[in-house]
């Protein structure tokens, strides 16, 4: 298993920006250690961006973004797949390593992570978040699985996809997730415990089932994909509720059977109609789940 420090690199960057307040020489110096110390090395056009955006180069974090990618995907090439980040301190985009084909990897994040954490995410393994995530996790993602302990601020699981080659990712959140979850997703699956308004916002494919309390307005502008969620839910134009068949029944099991380890699952082997009752455990705490207590929303179409 590999372990990655990000203050590590954070303690090389500030020893630098100590030592020399040129940029020039600061970004060789940076890129110098960091060859070094990971075998890896940052793109000239880092230092200009930087610059532009931030105005300096040991504080950016288009730096810290592009070393800690580069040094995952090097680890990944080099047959690593069991991987920990530690103190990401909501890091924006980590976790993009832009693999075409799947790679196997497990990967632990020890706090939270920014925006558009795993963004693109092609994978085999699981990769847990052990803190909360901000805006677009796993955003546009083909394949893999992600669990984040914490909760999900807006558009958790946008565009997930689904084309001849993936399925889309499949993603738990275990403290519920803010506005629009799902928006304009494909495929795959987000399992959440509470969803904010306007989730499932555009939606053509994929499954939401929401084990929490529901925002408005779900659905609005969704033309395909199903959502699971609380009797009581409201929907958007373009959406609309109906009762849950036994057809429904299948679809619910196969996106809790991905997650059954995790939520501790019990009678999922026999969950049917005539045994619609589930014991589901979150966060240490067992509740009891009725899914004649549910609806499903689809597209009105």
Known sequence: MYSLDIDEIRSIADSIGSNTSNPEEQFERLNSTLYKNYGI???????????????????????????VNSILKKKIIEG?????IKNPKALYRIGIISFREPVKLDLTVEGSVGNFFAAGCNFNGTWTVKGHAENGLADKGYSGKIVVDGLATELAGQNNQASDDSCGVDILVRKGCMERAMGQARGG???????????????????????????????????GGTIY?????????????????????????????????????????????ENDTLFITNNGNSEEYNFKNFIKINSAD
């Open 80 to 84: 690593e797949n069991k991987i920990t």
């Open 189 to 223: 699956s987000l399992i959440t415990f509470g969803a904010g308004y306007n989730s499932g916002l555009y939606m053509s494919g994929g499954v939401l089932l929401n084990l929490g309390a529901p925002g408005n307005s779900f659905g609005p502008g969704m033309v």
């Open 41 to 67: 090395n940052l793109p000239k056009g880092l230092k200009k961006a930087s610059l532009e955006k931030f105005r300096d180069i040991v504080s950016s974090p288009l730096v810290y973004e592009r070393a």
């Open 229 to 273: 969620s609380p009797e009581g839910t409201t929907v958007g134009e373009g959406a609309t509720i109906q009762d849950i068949s036994k057809i429904d029944y299948k679809v619910i099991f196969s996106v809790l059977k991905k997650f059954e380890a995790e939520l501790d699952i019990k009678g999922l082997d026999k969950f049917s109609p």
